[in-house]
């Protein structure tokens, strides 16, 4: 199972940016998305995270500025930033606990996230 996360970039303050992240593999259910931020120095942060029903839940720093939404279909999951501010510039990464389906029907239970590999988070800068 594997994620990748796009749509970081260089915004001014006030600006919008919109994060994708989609998961692939075969045989997949996937559960509870999220998205999480790192930015240099601090400690990882919740964002946002919604679950396949889109029961949604938001980091303090964010509410009322960030939409969590998702495809189901797709397995994507969108992240639309409002409002930005400098202090939003961080690495964005993207996870996503999935049940997999072996050939023979074993469920195979995890959580996939892109801080899992290198350089496979989405950077967003805000600019004041």
């Known amino acids: 199972v594997q994620l990748q996360a796009s749509g970081g970039g260089l915004a001014q303050a006030g600006g919008s940016l919109r994060l994708t992240c989609v998961a692939s593999?075969?045989?997949?259910?996937?559960?509870?998305m999220g998205w999480y931020r790192q930015a240099p120095g601090k400690q990882r942060e919740l964002v946002a995270v919604?679950?396949?029903?889109?029961?949604?839940t938001y980091g303090d720093s964010v509410k009322g500025r960030f939409i969590i939404s998702r495809d189901n279909a797709k397995n994507m999951v969108y992240l639309q930033m409002n409002s930005l501010k400098p202090e939003d510039t961080a690495v964005y990464h993207c996870?996503?606990?999935?049940?997999?389906?072996?050939?023979?029907?074993?469920?195979?239970?995890?959580?996939?996230?892109?801080?899992?590999?290198w350089g496979q988070g989405t950077l967003v800068t805000v600019s004041s």
């Open positions: 996870n996503a606990d999935y049940i997999q389906y072996l050939a023979d029907g074993t469920p195979v239970v995890g959580r996939v996230d892109t801080s899992d590999h």
């Open positions: 593999g075969s045989n997949l259910r996937i559960n509870d």
């Open positions: 919604i679950s396949s029903g889109r029961t949604t």
